[in-house]
C-alpha cells in the first residue's frame, strides 16, 4: 500500500516555501522597487504552483492507495474522511459508567494522576532513597 506524502513534508514544497519568505525579505527591504515587487510575485506565482502540484500528487497517492486488496474497514474509514465526518473518540468510563462532562473528565485524569504519582503508590525502595535526597 502506497503511502502519502504530507504536503508540508515535501522537498519541493519546502524549497518554495523557502523562496517566497526570502522574496517577501527582499521585497520588506526594497519597498519601492518595482523589479524586486515583480520578481515577488513570480515566485508567489510559482509557491502556489508547486503547492497545487503537490497537492494533486498527495491526493492522487492517497487514492491510488484504495485497491482490491485494501479491507472495507479501511475503505470505509477513508471514504469518511474524504466526506469530512468526523468520528469522536469515545467518553471515558469510570467504574463502568461514561463520562460525558469536560471538567469532570479533567478533574478525574487529574485524581487518577496524583494517585499513581503519590509516594504512598511507590515501591517501599523508591521512598527510602527519594526520602535521602
Known amino acids: 500500500m502506497l503511502s502519502c506524502i504530507k504536503i508540508n513534508q515535501s522537498p519541493v514544497y519546502t524549497a518554495a516555501v523557502r523562496e517566497k519568505h526570502a522574496a517577501f525579505s527582499r521585497l520588506r527591504r526594497n519597498r519601492g522597487d518595482p523589479t524586486v515587487l515583480e520578481g515577488f510575485r513570480r515566485v508567489l506565482a510559482r509557491a502556489r ?51 460525558m ?25 523508591v521512598s527510602h532513597e527519594l526520602g535521602a535526597q
Open 49 to 99: 504552483r508547486v503547492l497545487k502540484e503537490v497537492r494533486r500528487s498527495s491526493w492522487t497517492a492517497y487514492v491510488s492507495s484504495i485497491n482490491t486488496k485494501t479491507p472495507l474497514t479501511q475503505v470505509f474509514r477513508r471514504v469518511r474522511k474524504i466526506a469530512g465526518k468526523f468520528t469522536p473518540s469515545p467518553a471515558p468510563k469510570v467504574n463502568g459508567i461514561k463520562i
Open 101 to 125: 462532562d469536560g471538567l469532570t473528565v479533567a478533574n478525574t485524569i487529574a485524581e487518577a494522576f496524583a494517585k499513581v504519582s503519590s509516594r504512598d503508590s511507590r515501591p517501599l525502595a
